[in-house]
């Protein structure tokens, strides 16, 4: 395992159902959960509350957690600008609920937000949001997930389930780099993997 970024993201449901997807940039970025990275000695509750309010502009209420999802990315890979490769990503995925009917605050430049039916997702959503959204959607707390990336390879699509139940990635499975970003963050600080060849 290379190095290990902790980050969390959220499933944020309004009252019909639909779901917050964030798309960063410009260009083929994908739709992405709302999320971030943890900073030093806080709870993963407390950065999810912190970090899409930040990235949204939305006060969000935690109902439980989805899952926690390891995202791997290519071993011995190194995109331009780093010194090694992108570390692996655990993300702490919480279902949560929109707090109002509006945003409490502006999202900063560069989040478009929009609000999407879980059945009827974008072409271009990451890896994890499509795992993370299946899982919620079928009411799976306690979620232990793998989300691979290799370039060049389609996304699977649904996740499979273990005996236990628990939602998983087919050993074989990998799907293609997640492209949604936090404002300001790189890719992997929110449970996604970059394209090398897409960093700014």
């Not at 309004?14 to 900073?39: H, S």
């Not at 999810?48 to 989805?66: N, P, Q, S």
């Not at 011995?76 to 509006?102: E, I, K, M, N, Y």
Request: hydrophobic share 35%.
């Amino acid at each position: 395992m290379s190095a290990l970024t902790w980050a969390v993201a959220a499933v944020v449901s309004d009252d019909t159902g639909r779901v917050l997807l964030c798309r960063q940039g410009r260009g083929e970025r994908r739709y992405a959960l709302p999320g971030g990275r943890l900073r030093p000695a806080e709870s993963p509750v407390r950065a999810a509350l912190r970090d899409i309010r930040a990235e949204t502009g939305w006060e969000i209420e935690l109902v439980d957690l989805v899952g926690v999802y390891h995202l791997t990315g290519p071993t011995g890979q190194t995109s331009p600008g780093r010194a090694g490769p992108l570390p692996d990503v655990l993300v702490h995925v919480f279902r949560a609920r929109a707090a109002g009917v509006r945003p409490a605050a502006d999202p900063p430049p560069g989040c478009r937000l929009s609000w999407h039916s879980p059945d009827a997702l974008p072409e271009s959503v990451t890896p994890l949001t499509r795992a993370a959204v299946t899982d919620a959607r079928a009411g799976r707390s306690g979620v232990l997930h793998d989300v691979s990336w290799t370039p060049g390879v389609a996304d699977p699509g649904r996740p499979t389930t273990d005996d236990g139940g628990r939602s998983r990635t087919g050993q074989g499975e990998r799907s293609e780099a997640g492209q949604g970003a936090g404002a300001g963050q790189p890719p992997e600080q929110r449970g996604e993997a970059a394209d090398p060849s897409l960093h700014r």
